[in-house]
């Protein structure tokens, strides 16, 4: 998957976990219920993180580094 879709905002939760599994544990450390959510395939990293109180940039800083640290 491109980092460039963790720049899309109507990028869905679900879609995301899908095409990079490996951002499932991010979600994990912040003890987020969005894995297996019923609601995740309607929001977005924008919604989730306003739902915890999460720095957005923050948390797509480290859902990208999840991504890239599976690529080298």
């Not at 977005?44 to 109180?53: L, P, R």
């Not at 800083?61 to 991504?67: D, T």
């Amino acid at each position: 998957m491109s980092l460039q879709c963790l720049d899309n905002p109507d990028m869905t939760l679900d879609r995301l976990m899908e095409q990079c599994p490996q951002t499932i544990p991010v979600f994990l450390k912040y003890k987020m219920l969005c894995v297996g959510c019923l609601v995740n395939p309607f929001h977005t990293i924008s919604d989730a993180c306003e739902e915890y109180k999460l720095d957005e940039q923050d948390f797509r800083c480290e859902l990208e580094r999840a991504i890239t640290a599976t690529k080298q």
